[in-house]
């Protein structure tokens, strides 16, 4: 289970790379990430936050609690992710990919393909919170496109 100790409406931000990244890196870039979620705050306030590659593909960012991430803290954590990946060489702003599960694979495909995919399933990218990410991870494509 993701961030179990996160409440169900947990807010969640999903930003997933175009391209698979290695174990190697991963560990490296979680301890970077920890490092900006410890330090994480809305107008001078602490979040409540952690963060984390959930796959090779997809870091997942999530805060709850009394102080809640403000426009100034979303626009921060965004500057801290287009910085991590120019650092690493790493794209997690290609919204024309999305990342599908091909009979238990994982695939990246280009969004105008999803049509001829409709049996097959969707990584949800935007999930509402954290209890849509835990249990609705991958949704069909054709529930998804309607």
Request: glycine share 4%; hydrophobic share 40%.
């Amino acid at each position: 289970m993701y961030f179990p100790s996160f409440s169900a409406e947990a807010k969640v931000w999903v930003y997933q790379l175009d391209k698979p990244i290695s174990e190697d890196v991963l560990a490296e870039l979680n301890e970077i990430i920890n490092q900006f979620v410890d330090k994480w705050s809305s107008h001078g306030a602490k979040l409540k936050a952690e963060g984390m590659f959930i796959d090779e593909y997809r870091l997942v960012l999530c805060t709850e609690g009394n102080v809640e991430a403000s426009g100034c803290s979303i626009d921060s954590s965004v500057r801290f992710i287009k910085e991590l990946g120019q650092k690493y060489n790493l794209n997690f702003f290609n919204r024309m990919q999305v990342l599908i599960d091909d009979n238990g694979k994982k695939e990246l495909v280009h969004f105008s393909l999803l049509k001829e995919m409709m049996e097959k399933r969707i990584y949800q990218p935007s999930p509402k919170n954290l209890s849509d990410l835990r249990n609705n991870e991958t949704l069909s494509i054709s529930s998804y496109l309607n």
